[in-house]
């Protein structure tokens, strides 16, 4: 029974360290994901209990595998954080400080991106490829950058900092910084050059079609009173 008890400490003590460890490596991680999710109600929570958390996690070590060439180790460990957070994330991706993915199911980042800080992504969103080719076929996403629920950024393109896609878009140009992107095939507008509401507020999303016909019925009206 003594022999049971040690072990038993020794286990809870490996798991205290675990979590400790994991909230000091990932503090960014954890700040970014209860300055941005409103249902977050403190810190054990989504250090716990957010899968956008622990598919990060996940990466963090299926990627320096990934860089050590332990392609089928980082790979499996990639699996299994699939099957566990519905999340997948393969472990080349780079992804950078206080990535945060909210509810996250259905996931899919690919081999070659590249995430900057400060990013959000929604459910369903895919970074995925157009090409067959073996090299950079996967979108580059700069620092500060939200992507809504459902959106696809497809192929080599970069989408730059401060920038919105809006939910379910399809890119599959480049994106210059601090823009908004809606629709299928994804339309680029800015707002009045002033840096996009990262609050993801999918009402008061400008539509550059909705704009251009707002402002053809600005200018009828306009012929209407000058005639």
């Known amino acids: 029974m003594e022999l049971l008890a040690n072990i038993l400490l020794i286990l809870l003590g490996l798991f205290l360290l675990k979590v400790i460890l994991i909230a000091i490596f990932f503090f960014k991680e954890i700040r970014a994901a209860q300055k941005r999710d409103p249902a977050a109600k403190g810190f054990l ?8 958390l ?8 299926a990627h ?27 472990p080349g991706a780079q992804i950078g400080r206080s990535f945060f993915i909210d509810h996250g199911m259905g996931v899919v980042i690919g081999e070659t991106a590249i995430i900057g800080d400060n990013v959000l992504l ?23 950058v939200v992507i809504g629920a ?41 707002q009045d050059g002033k840096k996009i509401d990262t609050s993801l507020d999918h ?9 251009s016909v ?14």
């Open 45 to 52: 929570e989504v250090l716990f209990l957010y899968q956008g």
């Open 54 to 61: 622990h598919a990060l996690i996940a990466h963090r070590i």
């Open 64 to 90: 320096a595998l990934y860089k050590m060439h332990f392609f089928f180790l980082a790979r499996y460990l990639s699996q299994l954080s699939r099957w566990a957070t519905g999340i997948e994330i393969h």
């Open 122 to 144: 929604y459910q369903g969103v895919s970074l995925g490829g157009t090409s067959l080719e073996k090299g950079k076929r996967h979108p580059t996403i700069g620092n500060n």
């Open 150 to 190: 459902g959106a696809k950024v497809l192929g080599n393109i970069t989408v730059g900092d401060d920038s919105y896609i809006g939910a379910n878009a399809v890119v599959i140009q480049d994106v210059p910084p601090n823009s908004t992107v809606v629709g299928v095939p994804g339309r680029i507008t800015k």
């Open 203 to 211: 009402i008061h999303t400008l539509d550059p079609i909705m704009q």
């Open 214 to 227: 707002d402002e053809l019925e600005k200018r009828i009206k306009n012929l209407e009173n000058k005639g």
